[in-house]
């Protein structure tokens, strides 16, 4: 009888084998996603999509306009002085909210060209304008960035570092390069 029910587990375990065998073939032949296939096109899927966050990473970011979310591309876009120059977008903007300046524009930061406000299809194309801007003026890492927004005369009246210096205090931010 134990010889038996020996023969029958091993029966059992051999249809068994045979079944998942015919399975695999016949989910092969059918060219039926298997689940390691479909792994490994979750991670090819991964693989581009980290691709293009690392090659655009504003995708990361909400695209409203708000004070937190232009702090947060600057800082995504690895712009020096982050917390200086989201001062400086407020200053330029009226805190996000002038309607006769460059703001109209998408314009963060007063940028003009012969004369006239510069036009941006978005607010983070500004930011990004800035990123390459500042990569091109600022080239000593050591000099203090008010006395360069001074030097090149970015700023259009006098008190301007000192108007930036109280947006920062006033917002609790710290001057530190990044």
């Not at 693989?47 to 970011?61: A, M, T, V």
Request: with cysteine; hydrophobic share 35%; aromatic share 16%.
């Amino acid at each position: 009888m134990a010889l038996y029910k020996n023969r029958y587990r091993i029966s059992i375990v051999g249809f068994s084998l045979l079944v998942l065998t015919n399975i695999y073939f016949l989910i092969r032949l059918n060219n039926v996603e298997t689940h390691n296939d479909i792994i490994l096109k979750q991670n090819d899927s991964l693989r581009k999509y980290i691709g293009d966050i690392y090659r655009h990473p504003e995708i990361l970011c909400d695209s409203s306009l708000t004070k937190d979310n232009v702090l947060n591309y600057i800082k995504l876009k690895g712009i020096k002085w982050p917390n200086v120059v989201w001062a400086q977008s407020m200053v330029e903007t009226g805190y996000l909210s002038c309607d006769k300046c460059c703001f109209s524009y998408n314009n963060l930061f007063g940028f003009m060209l012969n004369g006239k406000c510069m036009k941006f299809n978005t607010w983070q194309e500004s930011i990004d304008y800035y990123y390459r801007w500042q990569n091109k003026l600022y080239k000593n890492k050591n000099e203090d960035y008010f006395k360069f927004l001074k030097r090149i005369g970015y700023a259009t009246f006098k008190e301007y570092n000192i108007h930036i210096a109280q947006i920062l205090i006033d917002n609790k931010m710290t001057y530190v390069i990044n």
